[in-house]
């Protein structure tokens, strides 16, 4: 099992940046898949980025390419999102989630645990 606890969300103007954080519990994530996803009201939810348990290879959706980038610190046993240059349309619930294969891609189902999400809302 392990536990996904996100951080970070919040209010901040178009332009601005965030640093999401996802703390695991439970086991170890340095042979884990990460990745964050998102929700927006009304809308279903989509793949934002992921990474290789391995950390080396990453992927990002279009719409944050250049803009949002994830990383892990496994001695922390933590995953970031940093995202900048926020626009109104990146407000929704961010999601953390896990994957015991060797990636989870971009598709929700590939992914085995879930964290509570936390609210970024970018004021325009």
């Known amino acids: 099992q392990v536990q996904l606890v996100e951080s970070g969300g919040g209010l901040v103007q178009a332009g601005g940046s965030l640093r999401l954080s996802c703390a695991a519990a439970?086991?170890?994530?340095?042979?884990?898949?990460m990745g964050w996803f998102r929700q927006a009201p009304g809308k279903e939810r989509e793949f934002v980025a992921a990474?290789?348990?391995?950390?080396?290879?990453?992927d990002y959706a279009d719409f944050v390419k250049g803009r949002f980038i994830i990383s892990r610190d496994n001695a922390k046993n933590t995953v970031y999102l940093q995202m900048n240059s926020l626009k109104a349309e990146d407000t929704a619930v961010y999601y953390c989630?896990?994957?015991?294969?060797?990636?989870?891609?971009?598709?929700?189902?590939?992914?085995?645990?879930w964290g509570q999400g936390t609210q970024v809302t970018v004021s325009s």
């Open positions: 990474d290789t348990w391995s950390g080396i290879s990453r």
């Open positions: 989630a896990a994957s015991t294969r060797v990636t989870g891609g971009r598709r929700g189902y590939n992914y085995d645990y």
């Open positions: 439970g086991r170890t994530i340095s042979n884990i898949a």
